[in-house]
């Protein structure tokens, strides 16, 4: 393909504007086609996440098979090309060097994959869903800030793919696609604390302990690409720890980190209900 694009070059293009116009014609061909490839995808697939994974790949083609033509017909049509391009690279190399940290980093992240779309991330100060990732940086939906149980602000930010270099990551759905949570409620002094760990302790079995053999098979599964030793148990359990206030009944148990806050309000209203009429537990109150 590109020997015949070349011998096209050589027979009819007689001067460099003629180049120019011909090499642009084919690049416009190129994004035309993956434009109508974009657009049947769009319409023939009702996977809005394959979709959206089949339109960047034939975006990343595209930039690929433009850009090998574009050097291809120059480096072979001028002979000098390759020695000014060298200074002018070593150039726009220093101008350049955080576009071209971005990009280099997203070869970094489509190769290694320390995220993906769809993936839970926090990365330096932001947290939030992957919702795009493109050659100079990735898009978050972000999650927590001023909203609480790190639910979804509604707010979208744009972070540079150097980021991900340059600072550590932390995926919350990569691999292992469960996260313990707690739960603490303090009781006074002179409450019946083994009662009210007791009621506690039913009400986590009640709502997590059915998790337990979804989290032991994605274990196994996690532990085939990476070293998984300290989950043996993964049952609910409830610690008690001695405050000045009162002593504090910690709830700790496994939940997917989408459904922390829904779990969270079933867990609460259910401590309510049953403590509520009891004379002989009482809730401390934070002052």
Known sequence: MLENIQKYFNDYANTDVDNILILIGIVLGIYMIKDIFSFIVYRKTKD??????????LSYITIFVGTAIFFYVYFRYYKYLGTLLGFFSAGLAIALREPILNIATW????????????????????????????????????????????????????????????????????????IWDEISVTVTLDSD??????????IILKYTDHL?????????????????????????????????????????????????RTMQHRIWEEILEKFIGLENIKIVQKP
């Not at 809005?48 to 790949?57: C, E, N, S, T, V």
């Not at 989950?231 to 504090?248: A, C, D, R, W």
């Open 48 to 57: 809005a996440k394959l979709g959206y994974a089949i339109k960047k790949f």
């Open 193 to 202: 604390w083994k009662e009210a760990k007791y009621i506690l302790n039913k």
């Open 107 to 178: 070869f970094y992240i489509f190769s290694t994959k320390p995220f993906e779309v769809g993936d839970r991330i926090k990365i330096g100060e932001y947290s939030g869903d992957v919702i795009d990732i493109r050659l100079s940086r990735f898009t978050l939906l972000e999650i927590g800030d001023w909203v609480e149980s790190e639910q979804s602000t509604g707010r979208i930010i744009h972070v540079p793919n150097g980021r991900a270099i340059l600072n550590e990551i932390t995926n919350y759905t990569k691999g292992y696609k469960y």
């Open 212 to 260: 337990s053999k979804k989290v032991r098979e994605n274990i196994k599964q996690a532990n085939k690409k990476y070293m998984i030793s300290n989950f043996k148990y993964l049952t609910p359990v409830v610690y008690t720890k001695l405050e000045e206030n009162g002593i504090k009944l910690i709830m700790r148990y496994l939940t997917k980190p989408r459904n922390r």
